[in-house]
């Protein structure tokens, strides 16, 4: 079975400074990787996924994250953040072929942006 | 409408009330889920339901009874709720072995 880590549980960072939000899976061949953004008293909004293909992807809102095989990990990065990108970021992995339940969530990380 | 929409957006109800969720989905997906999530504890997969069978109930207590009429419809009916259930109650779907899921707003919870 698939599992999921998020390291951080709350990041602090400056308007206008980067950010990279880190995700760790468990999975004996490569998942199907997500990452969703959930802003306070809503539901979760999918910015980017990977499926196969090049590792680097690109997502909404300006963020991307890179899958990398060798360590496990799918990091959510943005080059500049904005104030309204304070919310909170779910990183999920999911089993190819598999059935529809089978997508797991971390336990998010909350991203607040400093003026 | 487009998306998955959610009503009501908030609900208070006694320990003795029965209400019911509704979640609608417009994007011709043929799986629909029930999520809870409460304060500082990860999402929680309480119900899937693919092609309008339940494949998957996680030990959810009896209070809690989902319907999926169609494809496109699903409710979560509540009755004798603890106030340990209130929680932002998230509906879900997606196309079934795809697992991309796209969520509703939600429908926060209050039990008094």
């Known amino acids: 079975a698939q599992s999921v880590t998020q390291p951080d549980i709350h990041i602090t960072v400056s308007e206008g400074a980067s950010l990279e939000l880190r995700c760790n899976y468990s999975?004996?061949?490569?998942?199907?990787l997500f990452w969703y953004v959930q802003s306070p008293g809503q539901g979760l909004q999918l910015l980017l996924k990977y499926f196969s293909g090049d590792t680097l992807v690109q997502g909404i809102k300006g963020f991307e994250a890179e899958f990398k095989r060798s360590q496990s990990s799918f990091n959510l990065r943005k080059p500049s953040v904005h104030w309204s990108d304070a919310a909170e970021y779910f990183c999920?992995?999911?089993?190819?072929?598999?059935?529809?339940?089978?997508?797991?969530f971390g336990s998010g990380t909350r991203l607040s942006i400093r003026p | 409408e487009t998306g998955v929409t959610q009503t009501p957006r908030h609900l208070v109800m006694g320990m003795t009330n029965k209400k019911s969720l509704k979640c609608e989905q417009h994007l011709g997906h043929n799986a629909m889920y029930w999520y809870k999530q409460s304060a500082k504890k990860p999402l929680e997969l309480m119900f899937v339901?693919?092609?309008?069978?339940?494949?998957e109930n996680n030990s959810v207590p009896s209070r809690f009874s989902p319907e999926c009429p169609n494809s496109s419809h699903l409710f979560l009916h509540l009755h004798t709720l603890q106030p340990e259930d209130s929680a932002l109650y998230l509906c879900?779907?997606?196309?079934?072995?795809?697992?991309?899921?796209?969520f509703g707003p939600g429908t926060r919870l209050t039990v008094t």
């Open positions: 879900a779907s997606s196309q079934e072995n795809m697992d991309e899921q796209y």
């Open positions: 999920a992995v999911g089993a190819p072929y598999s059935s529809a339940s089978k997508i797991i």
């Open positions: 999975y004996g061949a490569t998942p199907y």
């Open positions: 339901y693919s092609l309008e069978e339940r494949v």
